[in-house]
C-alpha cells in the first residue's frame, strides 16, 4: 500500500513528509522534486511569505544512489522564516512568551476557532500553523515523488486555471494536455489562454487594492491511465472518491467535479453518457477517434469519440482521460479584516491578520496534482503490484495484454 504522512507547522522550523510503499527502482533526485516546489510558490497575487521562502527538499532516507530502496522516504523542507519565530514556535518552555504573537481572535473561514473547541487551546496559534497551507508543501513534495512513478509508466498529471475572481476560460477544443500545460506553465495565472490570463491579473490587482482576496476554479488532467484502476465492489475502492477526497483535503477547496460535473444536471443522457466504439484492428482507427486517444499504448480497443465521464465510469478508469475541476474559495485572511470575538474577553473585535495571499488558485493547481498524482500512483500500485519497478513493468505488460485481447 501505498501512503504517506506530513508534519510540521507554518513558521516550524521545518515540514517533513515520509512515503511508505514507494518500489525499488525508482530514480528520483531533489531536482525533480524541486521543480514543484517552485511551481507551487509562483503565481500571479501571492503574499510576502514567498519572498522569504524558497523551498528546497532534502532526501533523507529512502534513496540511495539516485533510486529508491524500498524503505521509507523521508523529504524534508526547512521554513527560512522560522529564525523570525524562534521563542513564539520553540519546543521548550522559552524564557519569555511574547504576547503579541499568541492569537486569541478568530479568522473567519479558518479553522482557528473549530480548531481551538475541538483541541481545547486558548492560543489559536496551535492550531492555525498546522492547518496553514504552507503544509502543503511538504504534499507537493510528495506528490512529485508519485508523478515518478507514474511517468515511469507513461501516465502523466497536469493542471491548469480556468476561472479567477469570475473571469472565466473555457477550454473549446479537443483536449491536447501537453499543449494546455505548456501555455499554463507560461501564464504568471497558469491559465492557458493569454487574453484571459490577463483579465484574471486585472481582477487580482483589483481585489488586492480592496484588501479582499479571489478564489477560482482549476482542472487538472490525467493521461496514460489504463482501464481498470479503481473498483466497483467497495465504496471506498472507487477511484473517483478517492480522487475527490484527495482535492477535498487541500486548504480552500470547496467543491470538485468529474467530467462534466455538476453541468449533468441540465443536460439530457443521452447528451451526457459517451457512447463506446471499437476499433477492429490496429491502423483502422478514425482521424476524429485517434484525436480522442488512445493514451495507453495497446490495440485494439474499446473506445469513445466524447468523454463527459471523465475517464471514470462505475468508480474505475476507463482508459480515457481522467478530467477533474475544483474550486477554491478565497483566502479567508483578509487586509480587511472582517469581525470576530475574542475567545477570551468575548468582545468584538476585527479578526487578526496574517500574511496572505490575495490569490492563491495557481499555487493550488500545482498542489492539486500532487494530491491526484499521489491517489492514481496508489491505485495503479493495487491493480499491478510488486516490490520492485521492474516485477511491476511485468506486470502492467501482462494486464495490457488482457486488456488487448479483451
Known amino acids: 500500500m501505498l ?4 508534519s510540521g507547522e507554518s513558521h516550524g522550523k521545518e515540514l517533513t513528509a515520509i512515503i511508505e510503499g514507494m518500489p ?12 514543484d516546489l517552485a ?16 523551498d528546497r527538499v532534502e532526501i533523507t532516507s529512502g534513496v540511495r544512489w539516485g533510486m529508491t530502496t524500498g524503505s521509507p522516504i523521508a523529504l524534508v523542507i526547512k521554513n527560512r522564516d522560522w529564525e523570525n519565530w524562534l521563542e513564539a514556535m520553540a519546543v521548550a518552555i522559552p524564557d519569555a512568551v511574547e504576547d503579541e504573537r499568541q492569537v486569541t481572535r478568530p479568522r473567519p473561514g479558518h479553522a482557528d476557532l473549530a ?4 483541541y481545547g487551546h486558548r492560543d489559536l496559534r496551535n492550531v492555525l500553523e498546522r492547518s496553514s497551507a504552507r503544509e502543503t508543501a ?13 511517468e515511469s509508466f507513461g501516465i502523466t498529471v497536469a493542471s491548469w486555471v480556468v476561472e479567477i475572481g469570475g473571469v472565466r476560460w473555457t477550454r473549446v477544443r479537443r483536449l491536447d494536455a501537453a499543449r494546455l500545460f505548456a501555455g499554463a506553465e507560461a501564464s504568471q495565472v497558469r491559465c492557458p489562454d493569454e487574453g484571459a490570463s490577463a483579465r484574471m491579473m486585472r481582477r487580482i490587482d483589483k481585489a488586492k487594492a480592496e484588501g479582499d482576496s479571489v478564489g477560482g476554479v482549476f482542472e487538472v488532467a490525467v493521461t496514460g491511465v489504463p482501464p481498470g484502476l479503481g473498483s466497483h465492489v467497495q465504496w471506498d475502492r472507487k477511484l473517483d472518491a478517492r480522487l475527490a477526497a484527495a482535492l477535498m483535503s487541500i486548504q480552500a477547496i470547496k467543491g470538485v467535479e468529474v467530467g462534466v460535473g455538476f453541468k449533468a444536471a441540465s443536460i439530457p443522457g443521452s447528451k451526457t453518457h459517451d ?12 482521424k476524429a477517434a485517434h484525436a480522442a486517444g488512445p493514451w495507453w499504448p495497446r490495440s485494439p480497443r474499446f473506445y469513445r469519440k466524447t468523454n463527459n465521464a471523465g475517464g471514470i465510469e462505475g468508480g474505475m478508469s476507463n482508459g480515457e482521460p481522467i478530467m477533474l475541476r475544483a474550486v477554491m474559495k478565497p483566502i479567508p485572511t483578509l487586509y ?4 470576530s470575538v475574542d475567545i477570551g474577553t468575548k468582545e468584538p ?10 490569490c492563491a488558485v495557481p499555487a493550488a493547481a500545482v498542489v492539486a496534482e500532487a494530491a491526484v498524482a499521489f491517489e492514481i500512483a496508489g491505485a495503479f500500485m493495487e491493480k499491478t503490484g510488486g516490490d520492485s519497478l521492474a516485477e511491476i513493468k511485468r506486470n502492467y505488460e501482462g494486464y495490457l495484454a488482457q486488456v488487448a485481447e479483451y
Open 3 to 6: 501512503r504517506y504522512l506530513t
Open 24 to 35: 525499488t527502482g525508482l530514480d528520483i533526485a531533489a531536482a525533480q522534486i524541486d521543480r
Open 39 to 54: 511551481r507551487r510558490q509562483a503565481g500571479y497575487g501571492r503574499g510576502g511569505r514567498m519572498r522569504i521562502e524558497t
Open 115 to 118: 480548531g481551538g473547541i475541538k
Open 138 to 150: 511538504a504534499r507537493v513534495a510528495a506528490g512529485a515523488v508519485a508523478k515518478r512513478l507514474l
Open 275 to 286: 457512447e463506446i466504439f471499437y476499433m477492429a484492428k490496429a491502423g483502422t482507427m478514425t
Open 336 to 339: 480587511r479584516p472582517l469581525r
Open 349 to 358: 473585535f476585527k479578526a487578526s491578520v496574517e500574511r496572505s495571499d490575495a
